[in-house]
């Protein structure tokens, strides 16, 4: 496919999504509303953070939940959990520091980070 129509089509799903988001009543111009979106970090790396974003980015949403307790681990490393006899970390986390990045990439994005 050639670059112009792949831009083309990229333009015309986003037009489409940002018409879907206003029909359903969220627009980017409604400040006086807290909207928010409730996520939880599977990502591996900052390129698939920074793609989740692009993504909230569409859903003219300014606060993002980041679910830093699942499955009875967290996704920093917790001196409290470890005290209680809990994994002090979610293992798939071990490696990369997934709540640092999601700050970093927020303030990116002007967003906030609950």
Same mark, same amino acid.
């Given at each position: 496919?050639?670059?112009?129509?792949?831009?083309?089509?990229?333009?015309?799903?986003?037009?489409?999504?940002?018409?879907?988001?206003?029909?359903?009543?969220?627009?980017?111009?409604?400040?006086?509303?807290?909207?928010?979106?409730?996520?939880?970090?599977?990502? !591996? %790396?900052?390129?698939?953070?920074?793609?989740?974003?692009?993504?909230?980015?569409?859903? =003219? @949403? #300014?606060?993002?939940? $980041?679910?830093?307790?699942?499955?009875?681990?967290?996704?920093? !490393? %917790?001196?409290?959990?470890?005290?209680?006899?809990?994994?002090?970390?979610?293992?798939? =986390? @071990? #490696?990369?520091?997934? $709540?640092?990045?999601?700050?970093?990439?927020?303030?990116?994005?002007?967003?906030?980070?609950?």
């Amino acid at each position: 496919m050639n670059d112009d129509v792949s831009k083309n089509i990229q333009g015309w799903r986003e037009e489409h999504r940002a018409r879907w988001w206003r029909w359903r009543g969220l627009s980017s111009s409604d400040k006086n509303e807290f909207k928010g979106v409730w996520v939880l970090p599977n990502q !591996k %790396s900052s390129e698939e953070i920074a793609q989740a974003f692009d993504s909230i980015q569409h859903m =003219y @949403v #300014d606060n993002i939940f $980041l679910e830093v307790f699942f499955n009875g681990e967290t996704i920093y !490393k %917790s001196d409290v959990a470890k005290e209680y006899g809990l994994p002090e970390q979610n293992s798939q =986390y @071990v #490696d990369f520091d997934v $709540l640092g990045e999601w700050l970093k990439i927020a303030q990116l994005y002007d967003k906030n980070i609950y």
